[in-house]
C-alpha cells in the first residue's frame, strides 16, 4: 500500500507531466531525458495515480473539482496506457492534457501552450 506521501508525490508528478504533454516544447524536451520505454512507464503510473485521485478526491475544498475533472483524466490516462509501450507522443495526448489541465483549474499560461516553455524559475 502507497503511503500518503507517496501518492502526493505521484499527483505532483501527473499534473507537471500532464504540463509537459500540453506543451509541445516541453515535450519535445522531455522526450530527451530517457529511453522511451522508461518514460513511458513514468508516464503511465502517474496519470493513472492521478485518475485514481480525481475519482476519489475528498477532504478539501478543490476536491469537487477533481472529481468533476475525473472522467477527462481517465481518458487521457486510459489513452496513455492503451498506446504502444515504445510510445511517448500521440497527437490526442496535448489536446487532451489542455482539456484536462482546464477542467483541473489550471490556465493555460499567458504566452499559450503552444509558446510555453517553462515556470520561471525563483533563483532568490
Do not use: Y
Amino acid at each position: 500500500m502507497k503511503s500518503w506521501e507517496q501518492e502526493a508525490a505521484l499527483v505532483a508528478e501527473a499534473l507537471n507531466l500532464m504540463a509537459v504533454l500540453a506543451a509541445p516544447r516541453l515535450h519535445a524536451q522531455w522526450c530527451k531525458q530517457a529511453p522511451p520505454v522508461e518514460l513511458r512507464a513514468a508516464l503511465d503510473v502517474r496519470m493513472m495515480a492521478l485518475a485514481t485521485f480525481c475519482s476519489g478526491a475528498w477532504g478539501s475544498p478543490d476536491a469537487e473539482r477533481f472529481r468533476e475533472a475525473a472522467p477527462k483524466v481517465q481518458a487521457l490516462a486510459d489513452s496513455v496506457t492503451q498506446a504502444p509501450p515504445e510510445s511517448i507522443a500521440d497527437p490526442t495526448w496535448t489536446s487532451q492534457a489542455r482539456e484536462c489541465l482546464e477542467a483541473l483549474g489550471f490556465q493555460a499560461p499567458s504566452e499559450g501552450w503552444d509558446s510555453f516553455e517553462g515556470w520561471p524559475v525563483d533563483s532568490g
